[in-house]
């Protein structure tokens, strides 16, 4: 920063123009250290780039393409000089700041990007350009910035959908707008194997391609899937040219060979390395599915020579290989299995996987590579340097770490950007689950239950894109934008300097940017937040509704109407009395932003009650709480996790206490069916009642075999009794069943609204 003060201490008796930045600079994520300063620099047709050694002058020729793509200005390039209105990029390492960071000094003269990750200061300067009046200008200002985890990556799922090589160079430079440093590349699975493997050609002339994809959700009753002839595979030259690609933008890509499970596609044309031998089809639909490769040697020769040609074309530490939802049913059946099973002393079939995923592990480590693996390799015992990434929540990643294990967190409530991100009626149809903008920026990669010892084993995290229903590139940016914002912020920006309010502001001015890129980007931002709570005389429900951003006003109508300007103005919680639509818009300088909030609301005698819970729903399916089963509105389908609450091997058990005592006749319980899911009906309903909420008497029981699996509202209808207390209690299924999804773990019990008349 001196050098760069001294140099131009000599032009400062120049008069040169003068220009004032219009707006407060948007950087995401947030710089640690970030000084703005007055007036601003110009680029214009003069302006010179120029670096002081061979990779920065790489990375100021893909900045120079960027400026002239989308400003139309083509800047000149030099080496290693400094000048008057120069972009200068120098690679340093110094010892007065912090190792891994960068600065970047802007005055009226020039700018100058220097540290080790000058690369990331490229992305913070791209962010800040403005065009006012047909010139580009930056304002002066001062940032010295570095990451707080060394791992941030994204994911992308070619198997389900394919995207094309371009789009993935695309989906890349999303990644280095936002200093994320690993792209994980999913190129197996059962529905595709997207990856040229010279020996094996079979992998990609028969696994690269399905006789039909899934119409509808995976979830109906009824699937059913088209005819046509759907696939595509990258061959080794694209993936050499796509590993370059982000090797010039500073991100090293993971590929990820699924094993043993998630092998279908595999086995479609080697189908002896299954423990049946077939025959098989590329799946057409979602799911997991019981056939995996089979731990006999002539199958880890294959793998082994699979994985020696992927370890040729990705220069990276890591490969992944998988190793979740691998069914044992088939090693269960398979006399090889089960011989070798006895032979190597395993316990059972989740041995026999850590044994599998150990042997891989070897081999790889003989190239010089890591392996990383979804959490269920820590199922059985977990290999001596595998890298654990933890998609079922925290836990997995807790118990690694605990093992001195390293991490990389991607828990699915927080970094599944295939989960909804708004309310699902005004979102593309998406797997479900309910994963805000505001929930990501929530997320701490780095759990309180560690020591500081074991914290240090957290190397990061990452958000996961599944592509069931994800088709097109667009449709990839939209389920990305601006989640991914959020996510980049988790990882770099430090903790305590993280604020919502901030962000959102930032985020709301980084739409211009995003607009400029022609980026499909959610605006899910501008939605409303609506929460509910018992009304003060315990009528009805009560209803308070903020707005994201403070410069607005809120309307409403009762009608199911369309709000406008002339609609009622929200002033503070209202009340519903009775059964109606309500709908809310946001308006900013008299226009309306986002989507309207639509809800309809059922209110009976149970709305706004007072209700308590026995058992309280997994963390992950608690949205609302237990007031969320008495708040007037049916549970949503598809589901999404927003409105239902979840308990896993759980019953539900809820005491209803009603405003006074009231004749009764009839108890509705919401409860979903979704056994793909593995989320089952309860065995069995019964309703109590009480007087004084101490002593209760049954007045009602259904069990599972007389629920319809195709209605969720169960009916509980009997004779007429006054009461004041109602328990409502709806047993948990139990162990799921053998062949289906999940079997033999707990069933999840879902349920939503009850309802009393």
Request: aromatic share 14%; hydrophobic share 35%; charged share 25%.
């Amino acid at each position: 920063m001196n050098s760069f003060k001294k140099f131009f201490f000599v032009l400062l008796l120049v008069v040169l123009p003068s220009f004032v930045y219009p707006q407060n600079p948007c950087i995401i994520p947030d710089p640690v250290k970030f000084e703005l300063k007055a007036g601003s620099f110009e680029i214009n047709e003069n302006t010179v780039i120029s670096a002081n050694c061979e990779e920065a002058f790489n990375d100021a020729v893909i900045f120079k393409k960027y400026i002239k793509d989308l400003y139309g200005l083509n800047l000149r390039l030099e080496n290693s000089r400094r000048r008057s209105n120069c972009i200068y990029i120098e690679y340093v390492v110094r010892a007065d700041i912090p190792e891994g960071s960068y600065e970047l000094n802007v005055n009226q003269f020039g700018v100058e990007i220097s540290g080790m990750t000058y690369y990331h200061g490229l992305q913070s300067l791209k962010q800040m350009i403005l065009k006012a009046k047909g010139t580009l200008i930056v304002p002066n200002l001062y940032i010295l910035d570095y990451p707080r985890y060394s791992y941030r990556g994204m994911h992308l799922d070619v198997c389900r959908h394919f995207f094309p090589k371009d789009f993935v160079k695309r989906y890349i430079d999303f990644l280095a707008m936002y200093k994320m440093n690993y792209f994980h590349w999913h190129l197996t699975d059962d529905q595709a194997w997207r990856i040229e493997i010279k020996k094996y050609p079979k992998l990609t002339e028969i696994g690269a391609w399905r006789k039909g994809v899934l119409t509808g959700r995976y979830k109906d009753v009824s699937r059913a899937t088209d005819t046509v002839n759907y696939g595509g595979y990258f061959t080794q030259d694209d993936v050499r040219e796509i590993v370059k690609y982000a090797e010039e933008r500073h991100i090293t890509v993971i590929p990820e060979i699924e094993m043993p499970g998630h092998s279908l596609a595999a086995l479609t044309g080697y189908p002896e390395y299954s423990c049946t031998g077939g025959p098989f089809e590329v799946a057409r639909e979602w799911g997991v599915f019981d056939d995996i490769f089979c731990p006999k040697e002539e199958t880890f020769k294959f793998l082994e020579d699979v994985l020696s040609e992927v370890a040729e074309l990705f220069p990276g530490r890591y490969i992944h290989i998988g190793g979740d939802e691998a069914p044992k049913d088939r090693w269960k059946n398979c006399k090889h299995c089960q011989e070798l099973i006895k032979k190597e002393g395993l316990k059972d079939e989740h041995e026999l996987q850590s044994y599998f995923i150990k042997r891989i592990e070897k081999f790889l480590n003989s190239k010089g590579k890591a392996i990383i693996g979804w959490d269920e390799i820590l199922d059985g015992g977990l290999a001596p340097n595998a890298t654990v990434m933890s998609w079922r929540g925290t836990e997995g990643g807790i118990e690694a770490a605990k093992q001195n294990h390293n991490v990389i967190m991607t828990p699915g409530e927080y970094c599944y950007f295939d989960h909804y991100q708004s309310d699902p009626r005004n979102e593309p149809i998406a797997i479900g689950g309910y994963t805000t903008l505001e929930k990501v920026y929530s997320f701490e990669p780095t759990p309180k239950e560690l020591t500081e010892e074991q914290q240090k084993y957290i190397l990061g995290a990452q958000a996961n894109v599944w592509t069931e229903y994800i088709i097109e590139p667009m449709n990839v940016e939209y389920m990305v934008f601006p989640r991914i914002c959020a996510l980049s912020e988790v990882l770099w920006t430090p903790a305590g300097k993280k604020n919502n309010t901030d962000f959102k502001d930032r985020l709301k001015s980084h739409f211009k940017l995003l607009d400029l890129l022609k980026i499909n980007y959610s605006k899910a931002v501008y939605d409303l937040s609506v929460k509910y709570s018992q009304p003060i005389d315990k009528k009805g429900i009560g209803i308070e509704v903020n707005a994201p951003f403070s410069n607005s006003e809120i309307y409403y109508t009762t009608d199911g109407s369309e709000p406008d300007l002339k609609s009622i103005k929200y002033s503070g919680i209202f009340s519903v009395l009775n059964s109606c639509t309500i709908k809310t818009a946001y308006f900013e300088n008299g226009n309306k932003q986002g989507n309207t909030f639509v809800q309809e609301f059922n209110i009976n005698l149970a709305t706004g009650q007072n209700i308590t819970l026995v058992t309280q729903p997994r963390k992950r399916y608690s949205v609302g709480g237990a007031f969320s089963l008495v708040d007037g509105i049916t549970g949503r389908l598809p589901w999404s996790g927003r409105d239902w609450l979840g308990f896993l091997g759980d019953d539900l058990n809820a005491t209803i206490e009603l405003k006074q005592a009231e004749e009764i006749s009839k108890v509705v319980v919401d409860v979903l069916n979704s056994e793909q899911n593995w989320i089952y009906l309860p065995k069995e309903i019964e309703v109590f009642v009480s007087t004084d909420g101490i002593k209760f008497e049954s007045v009602k029981k259904v069990e599972w075999n007389y629920i319809n699996k195709y209605e969720r509202s169960v009916e509980l209808t009997f004779d007429k009794v006054k009461t004041k207390y109602v328990k409502v209690i709806a047993r948990n299924f139990g162990k799921i069943p053998a062949g289906n999804p999940g079997e033999g773990t707990d069933a999840w019990l879902f349920v939503d609204e009850i309802s009393i008349e």
